[in-house]
């Protein structure tokens, strides 16, 4: 089986945010009904399920409050990439005949402040604290530095990118900043870690996002929209990376593991990023969406001072990106992001976006998340 023989028939997802009232459980339960209801289908329906959350419990542990079927239900855990790696496994069990009928689930819930990841957690010695970037917000500082300086991207297209993100969360109904912000409040916010302000950020928060997945025979047999998942893969990085657990900077030519995901999923999908008419790339920071724009292969390295001053990559632009309002407007609740991104792919092919729809009936979408410690998860899809 390929790709093409993956479909989407439910997609759903919680407002992000912060949510004391509720668990990440919880989210977690509303937003695996609501694919559920999108596909027109009852819980019994589904054959396996895989999912997982970074911080806020065992997705296996869901069945008390969907349903106790019996089903086998797969814990994911892989940092910013769980989603994506639920994702994938949900299509292989699809290819391989596991089931018909399959979830994948994302969910979280962090408390507030920058991430700033134990090393003692991952395995690894006490010098990745004391020599490593581990708190994120300098390790991204450092990271769009080092590609300004190479690569003449000017201060001003970070901010163009985070005001362009808080004018398409405030399209979102379910996006957790939903006041728009200009260029100029953006650049004055106040600085973070050079040269990221307070406004370049995405925040830790809450929400969760599920996907039904679909053999085509499945999907034959539902009142619905599909949407074809052309590809999805995970990769890791390769040495010479430059990444949050790193206790050096690598010299020379970096490689990068999006540039390596994103080449996988177009190659898997027959397909290229001149074909693509919607994406959804990781924007952590603003910088972020900055280099994944080449490192995904949708411009060459530094035209995106040109390409994001034109406003090529606005909804009404030639290459809409992130048209949800990316992780700036949506937060970062780790494990739901990736299938948020897909969630909003889902919901631009079939023309149900609302404000925010892309014009002219995108036919192909793709998305791109990031993480540490270096994993990838990359999407094609279609209608």
């Known amino acids: 089986m390929t790709g093409a023989d993956v479909l989407i028939c439910g997609a759903g997802r919680t407002p992000f945010g912060r949510w004391p009232e509720a668990t990440g459980r919880q989210l977690a339960v509303a937003a695996v009904n609501a694919a559920l209801a999108d596909a027109g289908i009852p819980w019994s ?40 790696s639920a994702l994938v496994s949900a299509v292989n069990a699809i290819r391989s005949g596991m089931a018909d009928v399959v979830l994948a689930v994302g969910f979280d819930k962090h408390p507030r402040g920058a991430f700033d990841p134990r090393p003692e957690d991952w395995g690894l010695g006490t010098e990745y604290g004391t020599d490593g970037l581990m708190v994120t917000t300098q390790f991204f500082g450092m990271k769009i530095q080092r590609y300004m300086h190479d690569h003449g991207i000017t201060p001003r297209t970070l901010a163009l990118v985070a005001e362009k993100a808080y004018r398409n969360g405030a399209l979102t109904p379910e996006a957790w900043r939903r006041k728009p912000l200009s260029a100029a409040e953006i650049l004055e916010s106040g600085m973070v870690s050079d040269p990221l302000t307070r406004y370049m950020f995405c925040s830790p928060g ?15 047999a539902l009142d619905g929209r599909p949407v074809t998942l052309r590809s999805a893969v995970v990769r890791t990085r390769r040495f010479g990376s430059f990444e949050v657990f ?20 177009f190659e898997e999908a027959g397909l290229g990023p001149g074909d693509v008419d919607v994406c959804q790339l990781q924007d952590t920071e603003s910088g972020a969406e900055v280099m994944h724009l080449a490192e995904c292969g949708f411009c060459a390295d530094g035209e995106q001072e040109r390409l994001v001053a034109s406003g090529a990559t606005g909804i ?24 948020r991104q897909v969630y909003e792919i889902v919901r631009q092919l079939r023309g149900q976006a609302g404000e925010r729809q892309v014009p002219d009936e995108p036919r192909v979408g793709f998305t791109h998340v990031y993480g540490a410690p270096g994993v990838s998860a990359c999407t094609v899809l279609s209608r």
């Open 45 to 84: 329906r589904v054959g396996a399920a895989f999912g997982g959350s970074d911080s806020a419990g065992l997705a296996d542990t869901l069945v008390a409050q969907l349903g106790l079927t019996g089903l086998p239900f797969v814990n994911v855990k892989n940092g910013c990439a769980t989603g994506g």
């Open 206 to 220: 809450a929400g969760a996002a599920a996907l039904v997945l679909c053999s085509p025979e499945a999907a034959r």
């Open 316 to 339: 009404g632009g030639t290459l809409p990106v992130n048209t949800d309002g990316g992780c700036i407007a949506n937060g970062e609740p780790i494990g739901a992001s990736g299938l």
């Open 246 to 265: 790193s206790p050096w900077i690598p010299g020379g030519e970096l490689t990068s593991v999006s540039r390596d995901a994103s080449a996988a999923a």
